[in-house]
């Protein structure tokens, strides 16, 4: 796919005005970024009701409609902690990857975990990457480039994982998937936080699939549930998953071949795509329901 044209979820539809203002680079768009978006685990604030709500956002127009409602300003001045839109780190990433695209530059979301928030644990986690005229870069937008990590948020480094387990800081969900069936990995290190039951082998399986969505596009929420996710791996086709994270992996080194069989599979396959629906499990905990997915 085009990574430099809006998806309906990146779309900031009426509200892509207000990018024209933004810098052209990457550095300076991530950190307007970061001046929109509070996390609603880690921004120091407890968030509930309405505002914590706003995790439920699947579309950035939805956001800059709620950021524009309640601050009515361009999106480079400085907002309040408080004011800033409820969200976690699929949405600094969303929101990075529409006004890149925005300007020209083609950028997806990357699914997978990071080792940097926890000594020890590897936490769920969603990164930009860019394309620079070049290869692919991988920044988190969510960190300061000034906040001390040992390594340049701004370009983060990839570790060859066949020669590591660990690899880079970040991991995608297929090179874990496949770390844990290997027995490289230990699938109890990889999960929301230590102790929490979302986590393990299931949930790292379902990560492969939202992997393999945002790749095509439908940068779903982290919370969505579609296809053959399952909240166990008891009966659940754990070989399709390990088909389509080789092919991940493969495509990530520069396999066409593989780039062309994942997006062939994923039009095909309805246990592999969102056709329409989502069975949400939001952690503002709201009943678990389905909806349609239409955007606004």
Known sequence: MDYAVQTSYSDPGVYAHLYDALPDDVAGIAAVIRNLVIHYRGGGIQFTGDRLAEIDHRWVSSMLATDQKRNGKPLAEPRDPFDRIVGCCRDYTLLTVS????????????????????????????????????????????????????????????????????????????????????????????????????????????????????????????????????????????????????????????????????????EANPDLRPTGRSYVTSPTGAPHVWIDLVRP
């Open 99 to 266: 006004a890149l695209r925005h300007k020209g530059i083609p950028a997806r979301s990357r699914i997978g975990f990071s080792d940097y928030f926890r000594d020890g644990y590897n936490h769920d986690h969603v990164v930009v990457e860019y394309w620079n005229g070049d290869r692919w870069v991988m920044i988190d937008a969510q960190l300061d480039p000034a906040s001390g990590h040992p390594f340049d948020v701004q370009d983060m480094p990839r570790g060859p994982f066949l020669k590591s387990p660990r690899g880079g800081p970040f991991l995608s969900a297929a090179e874990v998937w496949l770390g844990v069936r290997s027995g490289d990995l230990d699938e109890n290190l990889f999960g929301i936080d230590p102790g929490s039951p979302i986590g393990g082998g299931w949930f790292i399986r379902n990560y492969v699939h939202f992997q393999l969505a945002h790749l095509h596009g439908d940068e779903l929420l982290l919370w969505d549930n579609w296809g053959t996710m399952t909240d166990t791996l008891d009966g659940a086709d754990v070989h399709l998953t390990d088909e389509v994270a080789e092919l991940l992996v493969a495509s990530d080194n520069g396999d066409e071949t593989a780039t062309k069989e994942l997006a062939d599979r994923y």
